[in-house]
């Protein structure tokens, strides 16, 4: 796919299949995520945790409660991989750290539709971690660092959603040209 196809056919998948992701297609959205505009150069106010341990994401999902995502499953949508982002608690005052992740996360879900795989960028997870500084200490986080960003990651249940792009147009928001 070209980028503009591949923007326009990236959506948020909410019913993911069993079928593993691979350490390739893991790696490829990695790179995506490390070649993302950081404020200042700053990467290291950022961690990222690859989580693929089906007991840990049914706990931050069960955490979360059955309203934190569509369809009664939680905010992961039972997603095979869950890519949480931290940033540095100073970063957050400033907004840093969430403009940031923004970036981080879009590439990833770029480099996801390339690669045919769904994704979803979710808040439910970051919502529940917050909450829950006990199971936000089990995933390995440094010391001074929060949850500012949650991304989903599997193969699509519905494949049509990874191919069907929408019409090209400039009318979606409200644009105000200044001259």
Do not use: W
């Amino acid at each position: 796919m070209n980028m503009m196809q591949v923007i326009r056919t990236r959506k948020t998948c909410r019913e993911f299949t069993d079928e593993p992701v691979t350490k390739d297609q893991i790696r490829t959205i990695l790179e995506a995520a490390n070649a993302a505009p950081i404020g200042m150069h700053d990467y290291e106010a950022i961690e990222i945790s690859v989580i693929t341990d089906r007991s840990k994401i049914d706990r931050i999902d069960a955490l979360a409660g059955p309203n934190a995502g569509r369809m009664g499953t939680g905010p992961t949508y039972k997603a095979p991989v869950l890519i949480l982002l931290s940033g540095e608690e100073s970063g957050i005052e400033r907004g840093t750290a969430y403009c940031n992740a923004a970036g981080i996360i879009e590439n990833m879900a770029l480099a996801a539709t390339d690669l045919g795989l769904g994704s979803g960028y979710i808040l439910g997870v970051v919502k529940a971690l917050q909450s829950h500084p006990e199971l936000f200490a089990e995933l390995g986080v440094d010391d001074g660092y929060v949850p500012v960003s949650a991304m989903t990651l599997g193969h699509a249940a519905d494949v049509t959603l990874l191919t069907a792009e929408r019409e090209p147009t400039i009318s979606n928001f409200v644009t105000h040209f200044v001259e």
